[in-house]
T-cell receptor
Framework: DQQVKQNSPSLSVQEGRISILNCDYT??????FLWYKKYPAEGPTFLIS?????DKNEDGRFTVFLNKSAKHLSLHIVPSQPGDSAVYFC???????????FGTGTRLTIIP | DVKVTQSSRYLVKRTGEKVFLECVQD?????MFWYRQDPGLGLRLIYF???????EKGDIPEGYSVSREKKERFSLILESASTNQTSMYLC???????????FGSGTQLSVL
């Protein structure tokens, strides 16, 4: 039972354009969401997070949007750069719980 | 920054062997986790520990056990390795709930 889903396994975007990665969740108890980025042969690294009291959080080129009614979040990267090519995982948790549930990942390729 | 060290980058084992994967963190964090990453399935939680000698099952604990004798070290044990345990294994830690996870570089295990 996949509680966090990333329906696009891969995405290709031209350098300089906007990359939009999507994530859907089914568990209405989730109230804290994170995005991680993973390069080959490395562990995932934290990118950005958002709690359910907000609907948007920005950090430089990265913005995460949360739509609680649709149980949907998205990560926007603008402008996209070649170094952004990686696998992106969204993750969700219930506040105060140690356990993080990850999505299946989206491989983003930035085309120079 | 937090350093999470996994003892091996690559391991090749035979079916039926007992396998130990070791993980050490240098930041005195209470919580430690073991995930496996498989294509199309994302990261799935095997076990986690919130204190020395304490452990909790994750989503896919079957065929695995763990040991946490010291705060900085969390070991994953495959009692009798099987081919369906061929995977990338990732250890992670965080300071407290809802803090970002720090991951090790991963161990690619192949069971032949």
């Amino acid at each position: 039972d996949q509680q966090v889903k990333q329906n696009s396994p891969s995405l290709s975007v031209q350098e300089g354009r906007i990359s939009i990665l999507n994530c859907d969740y089914t568990n209405s108890m989730f109230d804290y969401f994170l995005w991680y980025k993973k390069y080959p042969a490395e562990g995932p690294t934290f990118l950005i997070s958002i709690s359910s009291i907000k609907d948007k959080n920005e950090d430089g080129r990265f913005t995460v949007f949360l739509n609680k009614s649709a149980k949907h979040l998205s990560l926007h990267i603008v402008p996209s750069q070649p170094g952004d090519s990686a696998v992106y995982f969204c993750a969700a948790s219930v506040y105060g719980n140690e356990k993080l549930t990850f999505g299946t990942g989206t491989r983003l390729t930035i085309i120079p | 920054d937090v350093k999470v060290t996994q003892s091996s980058r690559y391991l090749v084992k035979r079916t039926g062997e007992k396998v130990f994967l070791e993980c050490v963190q240098d930041m005195d964090h209470e919580n430690m986790f073991w995930y496996r990453q498989d294509p199309g399935l994302g990261l799935r939680l095997i076990y986690f520990s919130y204190d020395v000698k304490m452990k909790e099952k994750g989503d896919i604990p079957e065929g695995y056990s763990v040991s946490r004798e010291k705060k900085e070290r969390f070991s994953l044990i495959l009692e009798s390795a099987s081919t369906n345990q061929t995977s990338m294994y990732l250890c992670a830690t965080h300071k407290a709930n809802n803090e970002k996870l720090f991951f090790g570089s991963g161990t690619q295990l192949s069971v032949l």
